[in-house]
Every structure is written in structure tokens, then in C-alpha cells.
């Protein structure tokens, strides 16, 4: 068991070495981004891979973290969201790959709410593995903390940056699980435009007392439903039955961290880590939390896809 004076460098030092490098990488850029958030508030002007307006910050964050880890040169190559192509080790060195969301809830700058970075961990060369395949995930959440939640094969950690003066992270929780009875549910899209066993399901939880608790982040909004148990969606929409967010960069890797918590990540029909990407922009509605909520939800799913089936 660890103490709670263990840093992340002291934890790092019983990793994979390559790993360890990958991680410290990007939780070493927390005072460098903090200070240039509110510098970098504006659109940048250009679009990303998905015709998505840029923020500053988002270009910004993307190219700092992209040329901090493959300057490591453990990674071969980074993908992130906001890359049309993956960026190559020049030297061709490294053997992992490292999957991004560089600013996941970017647009969440504006209003000063919470927003973070979302990385997947794989030891391969392959830009489009398997989420069952990573070693490793993590989120950074940037909140009135600075927090690191990482997913190794051993369990889900939670570390807390010190004082703004000091780069050191320290251990805050080990081990963590979602917690039961779940109390917490959120959910984007646009209710008018969710599918009807979707509203079904919300209502449900709604009946149990479960709060609503949405905030425009999946890093902040996860990070809840792990703290106090619950689930989280980004559902399938009536006019997006794919949904909004990413399996590469967004899926995987937060579907790794519930696993490692005893959680689970589903389409409503399959395992998100279980899927084989078909292109590097894939599209996946999101369910994530309390592996009892999911299970359940997957049934309701079932059952309604079975019925319209018959008619």
C-alpha cells in the first residue's frame, strides 16, 4: 500500500520505464498550459480534422504535449484529434503509440468551467489498435486542483499537483473503484433529439434520486460519476446515431480508466474497448460508469432493438 507523501515520480519508478516517461511528459506541461490559459482564450482560426472550429489554446496544448512526447523517444507516434495525420518520431525511435484529446472541453475556457487532457497508452505501431490493447491511461483535470487520474494493470490512481511553485504530484487516492449505491448522472446532447429507450433509461435514474450533474467536459463530468458512483453518456442522437465523441481519443482510453475501476464503457451494444477502429475519426455513442447502470442499459437497449426487429 502507499503512502499519501508517495509523488508520482516515486510511483513512476515501479512502472515500465517507457510509460513512466510518457506520463511525466505531459504532467510535467500543468504550469506552462496554466499560465497561458488565459492568454489563449480566443478561436485560433482554423479548423480541425472534423471541421470543428479551433480554440488557441487547443492548437497550443496540442503542439506543446505533441513535441514533449515524442521528444521522449519512447513514442513512435502521436494521434490526437486535432492532427489530420499521426506525427511520426523523426528518428522512426520508439515503440508506443500515444492517443490524444489534447483539450477535451476546450469550449469550456470561455466560461472558466473544467476541462482537461485525455491520453491512451499502446505498445505498438499500430495508429489504430484495439482500447483492449493500451497499457496505460490517464486524464489530466484542470480544476481548483490539478489532478492526474491514471490507469495502469494494477488499478486507477489519483494524483494532486503541489503548490504552483513546485512540478510535484502527489498520491491523493489508490485503488479507486466507483463507488455504490451510484449517485450522479450526466448526459449531453440535446433531450429533444435523444433516441426513446435513451429518455426511457434517464428517467429511470431520474425516479432513483440520482442528480443531474452536467458540466461540458467528459474529464470533469467522469471524474464525478468516479468520485460518487453514477454513469455518464453521450448518447446516440436521432440525427448522429454514431454520436459526437471519438473511440481513439476520447472512448478508449476513459473506458480503460472504468475498467481498471470496476466500471464499464459501452455503445449500448458492444464494449468500447473491444471494437476494431475502422478510421482514426471514428464516432461512438458513449456510455460509461457503474458497471450496473451499463449492464442495465444495454439490456433496455437489447430489448428495444429486438422489438422494433419484430414489427
Not at 433516441?195 to 467522469?222: A, M, T
Not at 471494437?275 to 428495444?304: A, Q, W
Request: glycine share 10%; with cysteine.
Amino acid at each position: 500500500m502507499l503512502n499519501k507523501e508517495t509523488t508520482l515520480e516515486d510511483f513512476l519508478e515501479n512502472q515500465d520505464p517507457e510509460v513512466a516517461e510518457i506520463v511525466d511528459a505531459v504532467a510535467g506541461q500543468s504550469i506552462p498550459i496554466r499560465h497561458e490559459i488565459p492568454h489563449r482564450r480566443g478561436d485560433a482560426g482554423t479548423q480541425n480534422i472534423y471541421g470543428e472550429d479551433q480554440k488557441a489554446l487547443d492548437v497550443w496544448v496540442n503542439d506543446l504535449l505533441t513535441h514533449k512526447l515524442i521528444e521522449t523517444n519512447s513514442v513512435y507516434q502521436v494521434v490526437s484529434e486535432e492532427n489530420p495525420k499521426p506525427i511520426l518520431n523523426p528518428g522512426g525511435e520508439g515503440e508506443y503509440t500515444v492517443a490524444m484529446d489534447p483539450l477535451d472541453g476546450s469550449s469550456n475556457v470561455k466560461s472558466n468551467n473544467l476541462f482537461g487532457t485525455i491520453i491512451g497508452v499502446y505498445k505498438s505501431r499500430n495508429p489504430a489498435e484495439k482500447g483492449r490493447k493500451q497499457v496505460a491511461a490517464f486524464y489530466k483535470l484542470y480544476g481548483p486542483m490539478i489532478t492526474i487520474v491514471l490507469a495502469t494493470e494494477d488499478g486507477v490512481y489519483e494524483f494532486a499537483k503541489a503548490r504552483k511553485t513546485h512540478k510535484k504530484y502527489f498520491l491523493i487516492n489508490e485503488q479507486l473503484r466507483f463507488p455504490e449505491p451510484p449517485k450522479l448522472y450526466g448526459v449531453g446532447g440535446n433531450p429533444k433529439k435523444w433516441v426513446p429507450e435513451f429518455r426511457y433509461f434517464v428517467d429511470l435514474l431520474r425516479d432513483r434520486g440520482l442528480k443531474n450533474r452536467y458540466g461540458g467536459s467528459f474529464v470533469g463530468d467522469f471524474n464525478q460519476v468516479l468520485k460518487y458512483g453514477g454513469f455518464f453518456g453521450y448518447p446516440a442522437l436521432l440525427d448522429k446515431p454514431r454520436g459526437k465523441l471519438r473511440l481513439v481519443f476520447e472512448g478508449n482510453p476513459m473506458s480503460f480508466i472504468a475498467e481498471k475501476a470496476g466500471g464499464l464503457g459501452s455503445t449500448g451494444a458492444q464494449n468500447i474497448l473491444d471494437i476494431e477502429p475502422r478510421e482514426m475519426d471514428e464516432r461512438i455513442p458513449i456510455y460509461i460508469g457503474n458497471m450496473e447502470l451499463i449492464s442495465e442499459l444495454e439490456k433496455l437497449f437489447t430489448v428495444c432493438k429486438d422489438a422494433r426487429e419484430q414489427y
